[in-house]
């Protein structure tokens, strides 16, 4: 008898549910790439001259790029003991891994999946606008990979912070307008410093909330090589320069008036900052400075679809 059922085969493990999968994307940050390529787009040139084809395609792989980059996020720090288990954070996005609900060969498979449709968005960019912008989408796709990925492993290193806002700010910013005129454009580079500080912002945040569970794994954030203080000091920074920035542009003549209507994003960031202002640990910390970004990128989005680029 106990041969028998020694011998017969194990049932098989259910797959992930969807709702699973999406929680392993951490979707709610789709916002950090996808509006940035509006934004970019509406500042580089008018409405009525927007390349449709070429600015959905370079949305979708920008989108595609960044969940890829999550995922391998998330496999690297499982891989690397950096994610664990900790008390309150059960329902906070991604950490599949560390609580069971996926394999790390399926978490591989879906960041394999995202990185083949940001190839093949590439492929259609590079057919329609050339080799400069898959250039700076290619940079892009290294520093997302390098952030975790051997050998770099950028986040440990306590310089992660500067690669993604390259990887978020100028390169992806700089490159969605080069699609759209086939030039560089200023106004494109200058709203990706303050877009770049607030993504930035996200991960600062998203450090500190972590910086035992980092500690612990013996690795050096920007919170620990700079201390804790410095890095409540700069979140709040970066959050500033992003709401505020924009409003200067409008004062020195280099974008539209309406850009005066920035600093009122901030009203979205108002919890994060009171938060980590009095050195609380936030949960969420990511989702909140997230949503605060969306609002900051709308805005600006709306401010140059409506008075033009330039005015």
Known sequence: MIATIANEPQAKRPGPTLSVRIRSLRAFSLPLSVAPV??????AVAVAHWRWDVLLVSMLGAAALHLAGNLLNDLFDFRNGVDRRVQGDEGRPGRVLVYGLMRPAEVAKEAAAAGAVSLAAAGYILWRCGPMPLAFA????????????PPLALKYRGVGEW???????????VGAAWAQVGAFCLPALLLSLPLGCVTTAVLVGNNLRDRQEDAQAGIRTLGHSAGGRVAQILYIALVLVGGL??????????GPRGLLLAPLSLLAAVRPLWAVGRGQRVANIDSQTAGFVTLLSVLL???????????
């Open 38 to 43: 509006l934004v970019a787009t509406a500042a």
């Open 138 to 149: 290619a940079a892009g796709a290294i520093i997302l990979y390098a952030y975790t990925g």
């Open 163 to 173: 690669a993604i806002f390259l990887a978020f700010g100028p390169l992806l910013m």
């Open 245 to 254: 920035f924009p409003a200067a542009m409008a004062l020195t003549g280099l």
């Open 301 to 311: 989005l709306a401010v140059y679809v409506v008075q033009g680029p330039g005015r």
